[in-house]
């Protein structure tokens, strides 16, 4: 592409001669600041970040983020408890993550009835999320406190509990990480002058991990039973074969402020299909 532009005539011409500078067009760049994340990160977190920082609309961000059939985003919003929605090699190259890591960013791969026990609705460890950190397996309703803080998942705006959708939305492309009603920042160090966020390392870290590799264990299994069409009575999905989910949630005792999964059992919750 070349663009005129205009020199100085001579003193002893008085016309003016176009001179042509050769340009290139440089592909947009955005700011994804992939260090402000941790490993196992929800992409509803990973979205909500790369929103704040790029103020984006909607249509802007479905088209980057490369949400399968764009143009028919739903009024509801894409689940984000779902890969497939996604094309997951250009989400991972927009976020500048491993598309392992984009995967782990999703409950499950594809739909699946299991998603009916993964809420709907955002469920966070408060202290969590005031750091700039949620996992996708919080999502899972047997999932009942948060390993490292020992706090109950909640829902819900913290100050005026609104409801918070788990999907990619108008409120995620406006309001990230923050209410869409009240206005409350849900983390504050992104609001401060050179504000950023420090992911976990070292023991909190390979305890998140622990934890997302156990219950994606037990719910891998679960996404690979066939399910059936539905009856032609009760119109219920129904698996080939059971299988039985059992989650054990060790609660943290006086000498250990952490826990691993599995290890020291006060508390099980199992989820079966029959």
């Known amino acids: 592409m070349n663009i005129p532009a205009s020199i100085p005539p001579e003193r002893s011409d008085h016309t003016w001669q176009p001179l042509l500078l050769p340009t290139r067009i440089v592909p947009a760049r955005y700011t994804t600041r992939p260090e402000w ?21 909607l249509h802007a961000l479905v088209v980057l983020v490369a949400v399968r059939s764009s143009d028919e985003v739903p009024h509801a919003g894409v689940d984000l408890r779902r890969a497939d ?3 997951l090699t250009r989400l991972a190259s927009l976020l500048e993550i491993a598309q392992v890591a984009a995967l782990d960013g999703f409950c499950l791969p594809c739909s699946h009835p299991a998603l009916a026990w993964a ?5 966070y460890c408060p202290g969590c999320l005031e750091q700039g950190f949620h ?3 919080f999502q899972w309703q047997f999932i009942e406190r948060c390993p490292v803080h020992g706090s109950r998942l909640r829902g819900g705006c913290h100050k005026c509990d609104a409801a918070i959708p788990y999907t990619l939305d108008g409120n995620l492309a406006k309001h990230p990480l923050s209410c869409a009603h009240c ?11 050179a504000g950023r966020c420090e992911p ?15 219950v994606a264990a037990a719910m891998m299994p679960v996404a690979d039973i066939p399910f059936a069409s539905p009856a ?3 119109r219920r999905l129904t698996p080939q074969r059971g299988i039985g989910i059992e989650i054990r949630h060790a609660m943290p005792g006086p000498q250990h402020p952490a ?12 989820c079966g299909t029959h």
């Open 259 to 270: 826990f691993e999964p599995a290890l020291r059992s006060t508390a099980t919750l199992t």
């Open 232 to 234: 032609r009575v009760t």
């Open 135 to 137: 996992a996708a397996w």
């Open 85 to 87: 929605r996604f094309v």
């Open 200 to 214: 976990f390392r070292g023991g909190l870290a390979r305890i998140f991990k622990r934890w997302q590799i156990h």
């Open 119 to 123: 809420a709907t609705e955002l469920r």
């Open 37 to 57: 994340s941790s490993d196992g990160e929800s992409m509803w977190m990973r979205l909500s970040k790369f929103s704040l920082l790029n103020r984006l609309s």
């Open 183 to 193: 206005g409350t920042s849900w983390v504050p160090g992104l609001n401060r002058p």
